[in-house]
Nanobody, 125 residues
Framework: VQLQASGGGLVQTGGSLGLSCAAS????????MGWFRQGPGKSREFVAG????????YNTDSVKARFTISRDNAKSMVYLQLNSLKADDTAVYYC???????????????????WGQGTLVTVSS
């Protein structure tokens, strides 16, 4: 599985961005897909994930209220819509794939065996 993330950029506080992740590989439809991020001086953290049944998990209530993860299996794409962005959301955002076929979303990076290159989101105040 190869993953290509895109859509990052510079946005002001309160603004929105839409991230996309294009996946290649025949098993995309059975993969759990996740978005992680790593901010300046911070460790990589889980943001949101969606399994192949469409079940979603978000890491915090704040993220759940502002971000939306979705997928289009026909296009082998996964998306992360970022709304009401804050300075703390500044990070490199990575998409990742768990190809095990398990139902349910894991929040640990160890569950994911394929990673994209990351796309930078910068939120200015």
């Amino acid at each position: 599985v190869q993953l290509q993330a895109s859509g990052g950029g510079l946005v002001q506080t309160g603004g929105s961005l839409g991230l996309s992740c294009a996946a290649s590989g025949r098993t995309f439809n059975r993969n759990t897909m996740g978005w992680f991020r790593q901010g300046p001086g911070k460790s990589r953290e889980f943001v949101a994930g969606i399994d192949w049944t469409g079940g979603t998990v978000y890491n915090t209530d704040s993220v759940k209220a502002r971000f939306t993860i979705s997928r289009d299996n026909a296009k082998s794409m996964v998306y992360l819509q970022l709304n009401s962005l804050k300075a703390d959301d500044t990070a490199v955002y990575y998409c990742a794939a768990d190809s095990s076929g398990r139902i349910g979303v894991g929040m640990s990076a160890h569950r994911y065996d394929y990673w994209g290159q990351g796309t930078l989101v910068t939120v200015s105040s």
